[in-house]
């Protein structure tokens, strides 16, 4: 469940926003203004669901391992490629699921079987993810670090 007080906390400043919509300025060319703005809305997503989401949290930790161990044991540039890969996949599903509850949380705060399942669904999307990026991981990860334990 999403945390009101920490989504109005990290919400971005919508005063901008608005005043552009106002005044007929939006949709407007492009400029790198305007990028660096939505940018700066997506890292404000980003840190939200980082300082929100305590799954973000084990995500973090079997990253850090994974690249830890990718140095360790000195691992290809392609299997680097599919562990950063993973690692974007399960960080990516997470943020969508995170999005996903709070708007469901939004439309419809009580309780109902197809909010329920809505975010079982979303829920699901990450656990497979994060298990088969888990299977990648053994599948890369162990030959190696079982070599080093025979020596
Ligand atoms: N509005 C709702 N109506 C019905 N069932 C719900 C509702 N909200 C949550 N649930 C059920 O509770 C489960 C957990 O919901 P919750 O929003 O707490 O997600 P979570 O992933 O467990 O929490 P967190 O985001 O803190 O990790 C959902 O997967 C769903 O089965």
């Not at 690249?67 to 299997?79: A, D, F, M, N």
């Not at 991981?137 to 990860?141: E, T």
């Given at each position: 469940m999403t945390?009101?007080?920490?989504?109005?906390?990290?919400?971005?400043?919508?005063?901008?926003?608005?005043?552009?919509?106002?005044s007929g300025k939006r949709p407007e060319g492009f400029s790198w203004k305007s990028r660096g703005r939505s940018f700066g809305y997506a890292f404000n997503?980003?840190?939200?669901a980082f300082k929100t989401q305590h799954n973000m949290w084990l995500h973090s930790l079997a990253a850090?391992?994974?690249?830890?161990?990718?140095?360790?044991?000195?691992?290809?540039?392609?299997?680097?490629?599919?562990?950063?890969?993973?690692?974007?996949?399960?960080?990516?599903?997470?943020?969508?699921n995170t999005a996903i509850e709070s708007l469901a949380?939004?439309?419809?705060?009580q309780l109902h079987p197809k909010m329920g399942l809505v975010k079982d669904l979303?829920?699901?999307?990450?656990?497979?993810?994060?298990?088969?990026?888990?299977?990648i991981?053994?599948?890369?990860?162990w030959p190696p670090l079982w070599a080093l334990v025979k020596g």
């Open positions: 945390n009101n007080t920490e989504v109005n906390r990290h919400r971005p400043d919508v005063s901008t926003f608005k005043s552009e919509a106002a997503g980003l840190l939200h850090i391992i994974a690249v830890c161990l990718g140095g360790i044991l000195h691992i290809s540039k392609t299997q680097w490629a599919v562990i950063l890969l993973c690692i974007a996949v399960v960080f990516s599903l997470e943020i969508v949380d939004f439309v419809h705060p979303a829920a699901g999307a990450v656990l497979i993810a994060a298990v088969i990026s888990f299977i991981g053994c599948l890369i990860f």
